[in-house]
């Protein structure tokens, strides 16, 4: 069974920095493209970052030199790097990735920025 179960979000003051967690279970996580989206209340879910089975990175302009992917593949693990964080990143932050033909998503962690 595949299973996506993100961590690390909280409440944090503008400017500050959080890191998130997806830990995998249930897929060959070595050859698996990971990504991270999010989803503010009302609006509709965007992405934010991705990285490749060969480490390779990707992240949209919103969040662009703030935010960094990484993944711990002895881990099974993938993490986004938050700083400089904005009131606008408040959001649900949700890991995915596609596995055996189908999309499969992590319940999502939750992101305050506020002062």
């Known amino acids: 069974q595949v299973r996506l179960v993100e961590s690390g979000g909280g409440l944090v003051q503008p400017g500050g920095s959080l890191r998130l967690s997806c830990r995998t279970s249930?897929?060959?996580?070595?050859?698996?493209?990971m990504r991270w989206y999010r989803q503010a209340p009302g609006q509709e879910r965007d992405w934010v970052a991705s990285?490749?089975?060969?480490?390779?990175?990707d992240a949209s302009e919103a969040v662009q030199g703030r935010f960094t992917i990484s993944r711990n593949n002895a881990w099974t693990t993938v993490f986004l790097q938050m700083n400089n964080l904005k009131p606008e990143d408040t959001a649900v932050y949700l890991c995915?990735?596609?596995?055996?033909?189908?999309?499969?998503w992590g319940k999502g962690t939750q992101v305050t920025v506020s002062s």
């Open positions: 995915n990735t596609d596995w055996r033909g189908r999309s499969w």
């Open positions: 990285i490749t089975r060969n480490g390779s990175t």
């Open positions: 249930g897929i060959n996580f070595s050859l698996a493209t």
